[in-house]
Protein backbone atom coordinates (compact mmCIF):
# COMPACT_ATOMS: atom_id res chain seq x y z
CA UNK A 1 0.00 0.00 0.00
CA UNK A 2 1.19 3.29 -0.53
CA UNK A 3 1.19 5.10 2.80
CA UNK A 4 1.80 8.28 3.70
CA UNK A 5 3.34 9.26 7.75
CA UNK A 6 4.40 12.29 8.87
CA UNK A 7 5.70 13.53 12.95
CA UNK A 8 6.75 16.84 14.80
CA UNK A 9 9.70 16.24 17.19
CA UNK A 10 7.48 14.60 19.86
CA UNK A 11 6.66 11.25 17.03
CA UNK A 12 10.25 11.70 15.25
CA UNK A 13 11.87 8.83 16.63
CA UNK A 14 8.77 6.57 16.73
CA UNK A 15 8.32 7.41 12.86
CA UNK A 16 11.87 6.12 12.03
CA UNK A 17 11.20 3.19 13.35
CA UNK A 18 8.04 2.77 11.71
CA UNK A 19 8.79 4.15 8.50
CA UNK A 20 11.41 0.82 8.20
CA UNK A 21 9.35 -1.40 9.81
CA UNK A 22 6.79 -0.39 7.00
CA UNK A 23 9.38 -0.54 4.15
CA UNK A 24 10.28 -4.02 5.08
CA UNK A 25 6.81 -5.38 5.35
CA UNK A 26 6.65 -4.04 1.39
CA UNK A 27 4.48 -0.86 1.67
CA UNK A 28 5.67 2.22 -0.63
CA UNK A 29 5.87 4.95 1.94
CA UNK A 30 5.66 8.88 1.32
CA UNK A 31 7.39 10.73 4.74
CA UNK A 32 5.98 14.16 5.20
CA UNK A 33 8.38 15.06 7.50
CA UNK A 34 10.23 15.98 10.03
CA UNK A 35 13.35 15.32 7.99
CA UNK A 36 15.23 15.83 10.95
CA UNK A 37 14.75 16.33 14.94
CA UNK A 38 14.08 19.62 16.08
CA UNK A 39 12.51 20.57 19.73
CA UNK A 40 11.40 23.59 17.71
CA UNK A 41 9.25 22.36 14.83
CA UNK A 42 5.62 22.05 14.74
CA UNK A 43 3.22 19.19 14.11
CA UNK A 44 1.06 21.43 11.69
CA UNK A 45 3.99 21.67 9.04
CA UNK A 46 4.22 18.13 8.85
CA UNK A 47 -0.07 16.92 9.41
CA UNK A 48 -1.51 19.06 7.02
CA UNK A 49 0.43 18.05 4.25
CA UNK A 50 -0.11 14.79 4.71
CA UNK A 51 -3.65 15.33 5.22
CA UNK A 52 -4.10 16.89 2.29
CA UNK A 53 -2.22 14.25 0.15
CA UNK A 54 -4.80 11.61 1.88
CA UNK A 55 -7.79 13.96 1.01
CA UNK A 56 -6.30 13.93 -2.81
CA UNK A 57 -6.08 10.41 -3.19
CA UNK A 58 -1.83 10.81 -3.76
CA UNK A 59 -1.88 8.38 -0.90
CA UNK A 60 -3.95 5.60 0.56
CA UNK A 61 -3.56 5.87 4.21
CA UNK A 62 -1.88 8.12 6.76
CA UNK A 63 -0.15 8.04 9.62
CA UNK A 64 0.73 10.72 11.80
CA UNK A 65 2.60 10.95 14.79
CA UNK A 66 3.22 14.14 17.25
CA UNK A 67 3.99 13.93 21.38
CA UNK A 68 0.25 12.72 22.62
CA UNK A 69 -1.34 11.96 19.29
CA UNK A 70 -3.87 14.86 20.05
CA UNK A 71 -2.63 17.75 17.72
CA UNK A 72 -2.08 15.55 15.11
CA UNK A 73 -5.42 14.29 15.12
CA UNK A 74 -7.33 17.88 15.77
CA UNK A 75 -4.86 19.26 12.92
CA UNK A 76 -5.90 16.25 10.67
CA UNK A 77 -9.39 16.62 10.84
CA UNK A 78 -9.16 20.49 9.95
CA UNK A 79 -8.79 18.97 6.01
CA UNK A 80 -11.74 18.48 4.46
CA UNK A 81 -12.64 14.23 3.43
CA UNK A 82 -10.28 13.27 6.41
CA UNK A 83 -11.58 11.07 8.77
CA UNK A 84 -8.64 10.94 11.58
CA UNK A 85 -8.31 9.28 15.12
CA UNK A 86 -6.21 9.39 17.61
CA UNK A 87 -6.02 5.79 18.65
CA UNK A 88 -4.29 3.80 21.29
CA UNK A 89 -6.02 0.53 21.14
CA UNK A 90 -6.21 -2.87 18.33
CA UNK A 91 -10.01 -3.02 18.26
CA UNK A 92 -10.35 0.76 17.55
CA UNK A 93 -7.42 0.43 14.80
CA UNK A 94 -9.52 -2.27 12.95
CA UNK A 95 -13.26 -0.77 13.83
CA UNK A 96 -11.87 2.81 13.14
CA UNK A 97 -11.43 1.37 9.55
CA UNK A 98 -14.38 -0.24 9.26
CA UNK A 99 -17.09 1.22 10.87
CA UNK A 100 -15.63 4.68 10.24
CA UNK A 101 -13.78 4.90 7.46
CA UNK A 102 -10.74 6.09 9.22
CA UNK A 103 -8.37 7.19 6.57
CA UNK A 104 -5.51 8.75 8.74
CA UNK A 105 -4.08 7.03 12.12
CA UNK A 106 -2.95 9.40 14.67
CA UNK A 107 -0.78 7.87 17.97
CA UNK A 108 0.94 9.30 20.46
CA UNK A 109 5.48 8.90 20.35
CA UNK A 110 5.35 9.84 23.83
CA UNK A 111 2.44 7.73 25.42
CA UNK A 112 2.79 4.21 22.90
CA UNK A 113 5.62 2.04 22.44
CA UNK A 114 6.94 0.42 19.59
CA UNK A 115 5.53 -2.67 19.51
CA UNK A 116 2.08 -1.55 20.17
CA UNK A 117 2.33 1.30 17.49
CA UNK A 118 3.64 -1.17 15.17
CA UNK A 119 0.63 -3.28 15.60
CA UNK A 120 -1.79 -0.46 15.75
CA UNK A 121 -0.24 0.66 11.62
CA UNK A 122 -0.41 -2.99 10.62
CA UNK A 123 -4.30 -3.45 11.88
CA UNK A 124 -4.98 -0.50 10.45
CA UNK A 125 -3.89 -0.72 7.03
CA UNK A 126 -5.08 -3.77 7.04
CA UNK A 127 -8.45 -3.26 7.66
CA UNK A 128 -11.04 -1.91 4.77
CA UNK A 129 -14.46 -0.01 5.82
CA UNK A 130 -17.32 -2.30 4.68
CA UNK A 131 -19.64 -0.14 3.09
CA UNK A 132 -22.56 -1.20 5.28
CA UNK A 133 -25.80 1.09 4.93
CA UNK A 134 -25.50 1.79 8.14
CA UNK A 135 -21.87 2.82 8.25
CA UNK A 136 -22.51 4.65 4.60
CA UNK A 137 -25.44 6.49 6.26
CA UNK A 138 -23.69 8.13 9.41
CA UNK A 139 -20.75 8.74 7.62
CA UNK A 140 -23.20 10.73 4.84
CA UNK A 141 -24.70 12.60 8.08
CA UNK A 142 -20.72 13.69 8.83
CA UNK A 143 -20.11 14.73 5.25
CA UNK A 144 -22.96 17.02 4.68
CA UNK A 145 -21.96 18.52 7.87
CA UNK A 146 -18.33 19.15 6.18
CA UNK A 147 -20.14 20.49 3.47
CA UNK A 148 -22.32 22.65 4.51
CA UNK A 149 -20.64 24.65 7.47
CA UNK A 150 -16.89 24.33 5.11
CA UNK A 151 -15.89 22.98 8.70
CA UNK A 152 -12.71 21.85 6.49
CA UNK A 153 -9.36 23.63 6.56
CA UNK A 154 -8.79 24.46 2.89
CA UNK A 155 -12.40 26.08 2.95
CA UNK A 156 -11.96 28.72 6.10
CA UNK A 157 -8.47 29.27 5.45
CA UNK A 158 -9.46 30.83 1.78
CA UNK A 159 -12.41 32.99 3.43
C1 LIG B 1 5.18 19.00 21.21
O1 LIG B 1 6.00 19.17 22.30
C2 LIG B 1 3.83 18.42 21.61
O2 LIG B 1 3.05 19.40 22.21
C3 LIG B 1 3.16 17.85 20.41
O3 LIG B 1 3.99 16.87 19.84
C4 LIG B 1 1.86 17.14 20.62
O4 LIG B 1 1.91 16.28 21.70
C5 LIG B 1 0.65 17.96 20.63
O5 LIG B 1 -0.47 17.42 20.69
Known sequence: MRVGIASDHGGFE???ELIGQLRAAGHEIIDFGAAS???EDDYPDFVIPLAR???AGQVERGVAICGSGVGASVCANKVSGVRAALIHDHFSARQGVEDDHMNILCMGGRTVGVAVAWDLVQTFL????SRAERH?????KVASLEAATGAGYERNASS
Not at 126 to 129: D, E, S, V
Not at 136 to 140: E, W
Open 14 to 16: LKQ
Open 37 to 39: LSQ
Open 53 to 55: AVA
Open 126 to 129: AAQF
Open 136 to 140: LRRLG
